[in-house]
């Protein structure tokens, strides 16, 4: 069974750019969550999808979105890109409609902003 | 208070010894507390989890040690391995949500 793929795994931009990431769960799974992971800050949460809808958004500036398609796969997006976005972007799935914590991540897409 | 206190932030185990890690929460809405270990250029994965009605989970080397009134859970690896070399996050999981609480990360390293 395959993993989470994130696509790409790498990426450099510059400020003020935007960038788009991609996200395939696993097979059967139908939640799909983003997290942010930095030295600094540790993992945070983004925003979470189940079909196709938006159940949760962290506490993140609306420079960053997401959305989540018809077959689960999931993007997100920033646009207009400052240093501090420079971090590693994981995205995770579960099976689960609610509340197991049992999340199965990727392993990431680095973004760095020069 | 949706914050998970983790420490320590780094630790140095001789092979074969016990690894502790340890984690402070002050929500007590959390339903659902997982640990997850991390590989350089990997993702976290699931390691072991365990819900607040019970107060020690094992899982072969693994055991998670829960005192819900004290708001505080730990990991324990027995027999600690080289291999057992990683990040170790603690999380707590908001109910009715997908949305882990992550502490800041313990870096354990094994020596051999």
């Known amino acids: 069974k395959a993993g989470v793929t994130q696509t790409p795994r790498y990426l450099i931009k510059t400020r003020g750019q935007q960038v788009t990431l991609s996200c395939s769960p696993i097979?059967?799974?139908?939640?799909v969550s983003w997290y942010q992971q930095t030295p600094g800050q540790g993992l945070q949460f983004l925003f979470e999808y189940f079909s196709e809808t938006q159940r949760n958004k962290g506490n993140f500036p609306g420079r960053f979105s997401g959305r989540q398609f018809s077959n689960s796969r999931s993007e997100m997006n920033v646009s207009t890109l400052e240093l501090g976005d420079s971090a590693l972007y994981l995205c995770?799935?579960?099976?689960?409609?609610?509340?197991?914590?049992?999340?199965?991540f990727g392993e990431g897409s680095r973004l760095t902003v020069l | 208070q949706q914050q998970v206190k983790q420490s320590p932030q780094s630790l140095i185990v001789q092979k074969g010894g016990i690894s502790i890690i340890n984690c402070a929460y002050e929500n007590t809405a959390f339903d659902y507390f997982p640990w997850y270990q991390q590989f350089p250029g990997k993702g976290p994965a699931l390691l072991i989890a365990?819900?607040?009605?019970?107060s020690e989970k094992k899982e072969g080397r693994f055991t998670i040690s829960f005192n819900k009134s004290a708001k505080q859970f730990s990991l324990h690896i027995m027999d600690s391995q080289p291999g057992d070399s990683a990040t170790y996050f603690c999380a707590a999981l908001l109910p009715g949500a997908q949305k882990l609480v992550f502490g800041q990360g313990t870096r354990l390293t094994i020596n051999p």
């Open positions: 995770a799935s579960s099976r689960q409609a609610t509340n197991t914590g049992e999340l199965f």
């Open positions: 365990i819900r607040p009605d019970v």
């Open positions: 097979s059967g799974h139908r939640s």
